[in-house]
T-cell receptor, first 116, second 116 residues
Framework: AQTVTQSQPEMSVQEAETVTLSCTYD???????LFWYKQPPSRQMILVIR??????QNATENRFSVNFQKAAKSFSLKISDSQLGDAAMYFC?????????????FGKGTKLTVNP | DAGVIQSPRHEVTEMGQEVTLRCKPI?????LFWYRQTMMRGLELLIY????????DSGMPEDRFSAKMPNASFSTLKIQPSEPRDSAVYFC??????????????FGPGTRLTVL
């Protein structure tokens, strides 16, 4: 079964600085997708960024980027120019590719605090 | 689009009572997912539907839980009888299948259930 591990239960960053959240996963599949979701205190799960395993180029969304290392099964999230609104729980998630189960497998999450 | 709609947002009930959670997916989406979030177990999939048909219900904890999707715009998750250990946040999510471009799952705001 696929597993997703987030080894940092909590992280903190100064406003305007850069922070990297770690995620590793275990799978025997070659086709899959990886996601980072943000959950602020409002509880809403918000998609931050996604990466298709067949793409070698790292995904980027404005201040958010990933470092996808397929051989190492690592998928870290970098947040640049951190803002107070970035404070939230961040969840890494895995999903099998085409023809597989559609369910997301989540890590336990990392709580990010942004200090002014 | 209004996004995924869930009701109620909060539910407090007593042990033994029946609880019904409701979800309206994003219009046009053909996949619907029910997740549960607890401190102990994190986010876990309970069941998901494709075109109103249950595909994977292996995450449903026990017979006290049931889910239905009578049409493309409505789903329910029912717990009968409820127990204190069912206290959690229940999320509904939906997504659109487009071949390899299987879309991201979009989450509703969640229902916080407290069973006393």
């Amino acid at each position: 079964a696929q597993t997703v591990t987030q080894s940092q239960p909590e992280m903190s960053v100064q406003e305007a600085e850069t922070v990297t959240l770690s995620c590793t996963y275990d799978t025997s599949e070659s086709d899959y997708y990886l996601f980072w979701y943000k959950q602020p205190p409002s509880r809403q799960m918000i998609l931050v960024i996604r990466q298709e395993a067949y793409k070698q180029q790292n995904a980027t969304e404005n201040r958010f980027s990933v470092n996808f290392q397929k051989a190492a099964k690592s998928f870290s999230l970098k947040i640049s120019d951190s803002q107070l609104g970035d404070a939230a729980m961040y969840f890494c998630a895995y999903r099998r590719g085409l023809g597989g189960s559609e369910k997301l497998v989540f890590g336990k999450g990392t709580k990010l605090t942004v200090n002014p | 689009d209004a996004g995924v709609i869930q009701s109620p947002r909060h539910e407090v009930t007593e042990m033994g009572q029946e609880v019904t959670l409701r979800c309206k997916p994003i219009s046009g989406h053909d996949y619907l997912f029910w997740y549960r979030q607890t401190m102990m177990r994190g986010l876990e999939l309970l069941i998901y539907f494709n075109n109103n048909v249950p595909i994977d219900d292996s995450g449903m904890p026990e017979d006290r839980f049931s889910a239905k999707m009578p049409n493309a715009s409505f789903s329910t998750l029912k717990i009968q009888p409820s127990e204190p250990r069912d206290s959690a946040v229940y999320f509904c999510a939906s997504s659109l299948a487009m071949g390899r471009l299987l879309d991201t799952q979009y989450f509703g705001p969640g229902t916080r259930l407290t069973v006393l």
